[in-house]
C-alpha cells in the first residue's frame, strides 16, 4: 500500500481482558514486526491500566506505543479507582482512549464528560482518542450522520490539533457483534467527520479518523481501504497477536 498521509494508526482495545500472561501475546506482536515487512502505520495496545508498566516494559524498543482506555477529568485528587492522565503519562504511555460507547453506556458518561477528559488528556500530553457513534436505533432512524455529527461537535475540544486527538467512529451496533457497516457507509460517515473537522481547525484533513467495530483480518483491508479511514480500533481482534497481525497486514 501506499504510504498515506495522515499515517494511519491501528489501536488495540484490550478492555477488560488480559492477565499478566497476556504480555505474551506483545512478544508475538513484537516478533511479527520485527520479522514481516513493518507496517506502514502507527501500532498501539491498550490494555487495562494495571497492565499499562508492564506492557510499556515488555515492549521495550519495538515499535508499539502504549494507551490507555480512560482517564479521569481532573489531574489528581479524592476519585477513588480513577486512573489520572498525568499518571497515564508517567508510565511512558503516549495516549488514551476516552468516551469508548461502552464507558458511555456503563458509566453514563456524557460529550461534556467526553471533552473534559480529553483536555485532561491534553494537559498530560497523551493523545485522546475520542469515540463517537450511533446506535442501531439511531441508524435505522436514519439519523447517524446526526448523532455523530453532535458527539463530535460536543467531544471534541477546541483548540486541539491532528497532533493530540483522533477521532473514532465506532457504530455501536458493530462493536463485538461480528456486522460491519458497508464501505459506503463508512466513507459517508468518514467524510461527513473530516467536513466537520475541516470547518473547525485548520488542520482538519490531518485528524486520524479511525474505524471501529468488528475489525478483522477478514475485512480490514476492505475497510482500511475506505476513503477518510486512516486505521482502526479493534477490540477483540486485538487479544490474540496474530489475529492483530492480521489485521496489520492491511498496511503492508
Ligand atoms: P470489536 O471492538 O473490534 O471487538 O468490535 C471494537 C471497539 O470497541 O473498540
Known amino acids: 500500500m501506499q504510504a498515506q498521509d495522515p499515517r494511519p494508526l ?10 499478566l500472561s497476556s504480555l505474551e501475546e506483545v512478544d508475538k506482536l513484537a516478533a511479527g514486526i520485527a520479522n514481516g515487512a513493518r507496517p506502514a502505520c502507527d501500532v498501539m495496545l491498550c490494555p487495562p491500566a494495571p497492565l499499562l508498566l ?4 515488555r515492549i521495550g524498543e519495538a515499535a508499539i506505543a502504549v494507551g490507555a482506555q480512560d482517564c479521569h477529568m481532573q489531574d ?10 498525568a499518571l497515564i503519562a ?9 468516551g469508548h460507547s461502552e464507558r458511555r453506556t456503563d458509566h453514563g458518561e456524557t460529550d461534556a464528560m467526553v471533552l473534559a477528559k480529553a483536555l485532561s488528556a491534553h494537559r498530560a500530553e497523551l493523545t485522546a482518542i475520542v469515540c463517537v ?6 441508524r435505522d432512524a436514519g439519523k447517524a450522520l446526526e448523532i455523530v455529527g453532535h458527539q463530535v461537535a460536543s467531544s471534541v475540544p477546541d483548540g486541539v490539533t ?4 483522533v477521532v473514532a467512529y465506532e457504530p455501536v451496533w458493530a462493536i463485538g457483534t461480528g456486522r460491519t457497516p458497508t464501505a459506503e457507509e463508512i466513507g459517508e ?13 485548520s488542520d482538519g484533513e490531518q485528524f486520524r479518523l479511525l474505524y471501529g ?13 475506505v476513503s477518510n479511514v486512516d486505521g482502526a480500533l479493534v477490540g477483540g481482534a486485538s487479544l490474540k497477536a496474530e489475529d492483530f497481525l492480521g489485521i496489520l497486514a492491511a498496511y503492508r
Open 10 to 19: 491501528v489501536a488495540g482495545n484490550w478492555k477488560m481482558n488480559g492477565l
Open 162 to 165: 491532528a497532533a493530540n486527538l
Open 133 to 138: 457513534g450511533e446506535t442501531e436505533a439511531e
Open 189 to 201: 460517515v468518514h467524510s461527513f467527520i473530516r467536513r466537520q473537522l475541516m470547518d473547525r481547525f
Open 54 to 57: 508492564a506492557m510499556r516494559e
Open 76 to 85: 489528581s485528587g479524592a476519585h477513588t479507582g480513577d486512573v489520572s492522565a
Open 90 to 98: 508517567d508510565l511512558g504511555c503516549t495516549a488514551v482512549i476516552v
Open 213 to 225: 467495530g468488528s475489525v478483522k483480518p477478514a475485512n480490514a483491508a476492505e475497510l482500511m481501504a
